[in-house]
């Protein structure tokens, strides 16, 4: 099946993991890649031109792959990434913001780097890998493109220990949000993937967890991830934008977004007396909703 023909995909931090198969997936599809990998530890520390392996793999199956190492984290290598796809293949139809490293702490003990470096790599490395693909696609007015952001329950739901995490997670489906209403112009569609995978940034986080680890089990590895994206990049998903899909443990679903549920207008300016009795009204109707959230949820 050669649904992604012809086009051109983007993938940063396609060395390894959630990334690597997306890679492999998509080219399958038909789509030249572009693999990008600075080959960092898991901290974000240290370089490996681990993107190679990858490229080599998909052009042993009969496909056009071409290696970038640049980090995502610079707004010159987000340039130098999109400008290796553009001279290698001639154009670039898809963009898929994966990179991704953690600094775990509690806020008690992390430090500005700690922050800094999570914030570089995750929200800024979105801004700097999609800005150049997005002024492309004004200046040629090109049609039916495709942006597919990597957000994370840390960041839509929370997770201790990841407030720097959490805090790039929630800005990238924020940046979604408003990115599929300015590019909505040019047809091109901007989703966001909240996934959960086996791979090295969470194999110790499952297991400390109590949870049995089998990589072989495709419920637990990267590679349920890719069939999902191969299909937002296709055709077929033309008008679904603005959406965040939850890819994980063999379950595929679609995630609500921030909206008022439940809300009053007053006359006059709100008096205490007043809230006293409707902020626990409103809290209560919150958790209704979530309850039934919870039951409309579960895997069919
Ligand atoms: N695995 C999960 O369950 C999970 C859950 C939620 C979100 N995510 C997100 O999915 C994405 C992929 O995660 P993964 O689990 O496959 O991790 P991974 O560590 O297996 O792969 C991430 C890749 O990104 C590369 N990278 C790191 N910093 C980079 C930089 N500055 N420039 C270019 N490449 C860089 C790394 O070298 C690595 O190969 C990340 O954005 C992660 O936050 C993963």
Request: hydrophobic share 40%.
């Amino acid at each position: 099946m050669t649904i992604l023909k012809d086009k051109v995909a983007i993938i940063t931090g396609a060395g390894r993991g959630i990334g690597k198969e997306i890679a492999l997936c998509l080219a399958k599809h038909g789509a030249n890649i572009l693999v990008n990998d600075l080959g960092a530890n898991p901290d974000g520390s240290g370089e490996n031109k681990i993107a190679d392996k990858v490229v080599t793999e998909i052009i042993d199956d009969g496909g056009k792959a071409l290696a970038n190492y640049d980090s995502v984290d610079s707004f010159q290598g987000g340039q130098n990434i999109f400008n290796d796809a553009l001279n290698e293949f001639g154009r670039v139809d898809i963009l898929i913001n994966n990179a991704g490293i953690l600094r775990d702490k509690t806020l008690f003990n992390m430090e500005e780097n700690d922050w800094d470096a999570i914030m570089a790599v995750h929200l800024k490395g979105h801004f700097n890998c999609t800005k150049p693909f997005a002024c492309y696609i004004r200046e040629n007015n090109k049609l039916d493109c495709r942006i597919i952001n990597m957000s994370s329950v840390s960041g839509l739901i929370g997770n201790f220990g990841q407030t720097n995490y959490g805090a790039a997670k929630a800005g990238i489906a924020g940046f979604s949000r408003s990115l599929s209403l300015e590019m909505s112009k040019y047809k091109c569609t901007v989703n966001t993937i909240s996934p959960g995978a086996a791979t090295r940034l969470t194999i110790d986080l499952m297991k400390s967890a109590g949870r049995e680890v089998d990589l072989e089990n495709w419920k637990q590895g990267p590679k349920q991830i890719a069939p999902v994206i191969a299909w937002i990049c296709s055709d077929n998903a033309k008008d679904i934008t603005n959406q965040i899909f939850h890819i994980s443990q063999g379950t595929l679903g679609i995630m609500q977004q921030p909206a008022v549920i439940k809300s009053y207008k007053s006359e006059g300016l709100w008096n205490l007396k007043q809230l006293d009795s409707l902020m626990p009204d409103l809290v209560e109707a919150k958790k209704k909703h979530d309850k039934e959230v919870e039951i409309k949820g579960e895997p069919v």
